[in-house]
DNA sequence: CATCCACTGGAAGATATGGCGA
DNA sequence: TCGCCATATCTTCCAGTGGATG
């Protein structure tokens, strides 16, 4: 008979490393904190909200620090009569035009059973749905947009929710928006006249440096694992890959809460470094698996040329015997074969997910080309391609020829 | 020094899908 | 049903690349 038992050795309050968590107070971010309340000052006056814009990548805390802050501003204005502030809060991550952010606003807005489609109508008209339901909300709106650097260039939405007061689309509502952007080129791809009012006020998050990563990874780990479950040097170690690597906080979180998983399942009293390194790797593995889920079928194909090649030990390999490749499994599929520029667009894709390496070739009159490569263990690339895919019997294969040629 | 190779990557246009209102 | 609309994915076209070559 197999039985639950309870471990806990490790963990005294695992949540606390969670994505979840809202620590009382935020660590090495005060000037941060400092700034972005200057700019939140106008609202508590029961003046016009500034737009924000803040930077910085994943996990340096603009999302806790805005969530935080917010709420505090709620509960400090709700002394002033003349103030009716609402925030309404949105991340964008899979919403990559302004046509959908909009849909997704008005959605969030409106009662549940009153949502609209995501297509279908122009986009004017989203926009003439959202102010209604802005309108009807009243006195000072403000908006965040949280990963708004996923609608690349079709900023027409961050064009006009700014201006839809001086525009007459809005009488008694006045908004502030708050954008969150990973992505510090974003701001540059905008168009001019959106730069101007969105970024009225401009916040950077720097990465966090080790030192600070230890100090925001120590004060969780007091909350969260028990007192002899790790040591100092374990914390700096998780510091020091997250620093060097993103300088997310985030990511030092993961890589400790999953280390300490690891340690619990196999009975270990403490966590180490080994335990750090392992989750290290399984997050890197994730991440690849990720990627992949995420392929069009002609995507797979192309990726699956790649792995065939090296398979027969052929790789680097260019473009173009890569594309006879995948036209061979095409063939073998009965998939229509796509051009040349178009498994090169598939093959630039799988470079940017970090499943490909390519090494650049300058070869005078022969041309520059690029040679690929998996960037992944090629086990890693098989497995993940038979979970994903529905190729099993083209990976089959293939995995004969690697294990042949002792991959 | 112009030319050329064999690509790369940007842009515009085509096609297909799914949804709207009339 | 039809004409629109937004979007994803391809195709077509083409300028740009830079060291080797004559």
Redo the contacts with the bound molecule.
């Keep these: 008979m197999r039985r639950f038992e309870r471990k806990q050795r490790i963990f005294r309050n695992k949540d606390a490393l969670g994505e979840s968590y809202q620590p009382d107070r935020i660590e090495e971010r005060d000037d941060e904190i400092n700034q972005y309340m200057d700019a939140l000052q106008p609202i508590v006056d029961g003046w016009e909200p500034n737009n924000i814009f803040l930077y910085g990548n994943t996990g340096v805390g603009k999302t806790a620090v805005t969530d935080y802050l917010l709420e505090q501003l709620q509960t400090d204005v709700a002394q002033y009569d003349d103030v009716d502030l609402s925030v309404i809060s949105i991340n964008c991550k899979t ?6 952010v909009a ?1 997704k606003l008005v959605n969030e807005l409106r009662p549940s059973g009153g949502e ?11 926009f003439n749905k959202l102010y209604e339901e802005l309108e009807a909300i009243g006195g000072t709106v403000l908006v965040v947009l949280d990963e708004i650097d996923s609608i690349g260039d ?1 900023d027409e939405l961050l064009y006009e929710l700014p201006r839809a007061q001086a525009n007459g689309n809005l009488e008694e509502t006045k908004v502030g928006l708050i954008g969150i952007s990973n992505d510090f080129t974003f701001r540059k791809q905008l168009d001019p006249r959106v730069q101007d009012t969105l970024c009225e006020r401009e916040l950077q998050f720097p990465p966090y440096e080790a030192p600070e990563l230890e100090n925001i990874l120590a004060s969780r780990a007091t909350i969260a694992i028990a007192d002899d479950a790790i040591d100092q040097g374990v914390l700096s170690f998780c510091a020091a890959l997250a620093a060097r690597d993103s300088g997310s906080a985030r990511q030092a979180l993961d890589l400790l809460r999953l280390a300490g998983e690891i340690a619990e399942n196999r009975d270990e009293d403490a966590i180490t470094q080994d335990h750090v390194e392992e989750a290290r790797s399984r997050f890197e593995q994730e991440r690849v698996e990720e990627g992949m889920r995420e392929l ?4 797979e194909l192309a990726l699956l040329a790649v792995v065939s090649k090296t398979a027969k030990e052929e790789t680097p390999c ?4 890569l594309y006879t490749e995948y036209k061979k499994l095409c063939e073998l599929t009965e998939t ?13 894709d799988l ?1 940017m997910l970090g499943i490909l390496t ?1 090494y ?1 070739n ?9 040679s ?1 490569e998996l960037d992944v263990p090629f086990d890693s690339a098989m497995e993940a391609m038979s979970d994903v895919s529905q190729l099993d019997n083209l990976c089959e294969r293939i995995r004969e020829i690697a294990v042949a040629n002792n991959v």
């Design positions: 919403l990559n035009s302004s046509y959908q849909v609209i489609s995501s297509t279908g109508y122009p986009q004017q008209t989203v079709r069009t079928a002609h995507g260019r473009t173009r015997a229509d074969s796509l051009t040349q520029r178009s498994v090169h667009s598939h093959l630039t470079r390519a650049e300058r070869n005078g009159s022969r041309g520059n080309y690029y690929y």
